[in-house]
């Protein structure tokens, strides 16, 4: 039996899959890199950004400049993705946390609300050890 050729006319479409107007922006913002994640309100990554993609190396990540422009990065791809509006939750202690939240707005998307999610222990596990400089 032969094989059948395949055309170019009878190749499948990809269909670019549409997210909600709203979602949801995770900004996690460490002492060394800043990452931006945008979701759907159910928890679905539509796209996501850091520092590091953005193309800094190094120190220069953990810099507020390196996370304006990964959230700047993030907002354009999700606004691309069709997603309009976001409720933006920050992480961790830094630098980049508020120059994010601006960036994200420059970006094209309307912030909602912001919560701070960072997790703070009621007198939970013992601490490491202080450093000795």
């Known amino acids: 039996m032969a094989k059948k050729k395949r055309n170019s006319r009878n190749k499948k479409k990809k269909s670019r ?18 990452l931006i994640t945008v979701t759907t309100p159910s928890g679905d990554k539509v796209c996501s950004a850091s520092a590091g ?23 354009e791809e999700a606004t691309n993705k069709g997603v309009k509006e976001v409720h933006v939750f920050v992480k961790g202690p830094g630098m980049g946390r508020n120059t994010a939240i601006k960036s994200l707005e420059a970006g094209g998307l309307e912030v909602l609300s912001i919560k701070d999610i960072t997790p703070i222990p009621h007198n939970g596990c013992r601490p490491k050890k202080r450093r000795r400089v």
């Not at 909600?20 to 060394?32: D, H, L, M, S, V």
């Not at 953005?54 to 993030?74: I, L, M, V, Y």
């Open 53 to 75: 993609t953005a193309g800094f190396r190094g120190t220069r990540k953990s810099t507020p400049f390196a996370a304006s422009q990964a959230a700047r990065q993030a907002a």
């Open 17 to 34: 899959r549409k997210f909600p107007a709203e979602g949801k922006a995770y900004i996690t913002a460490t002492f060394n890199n800043t």
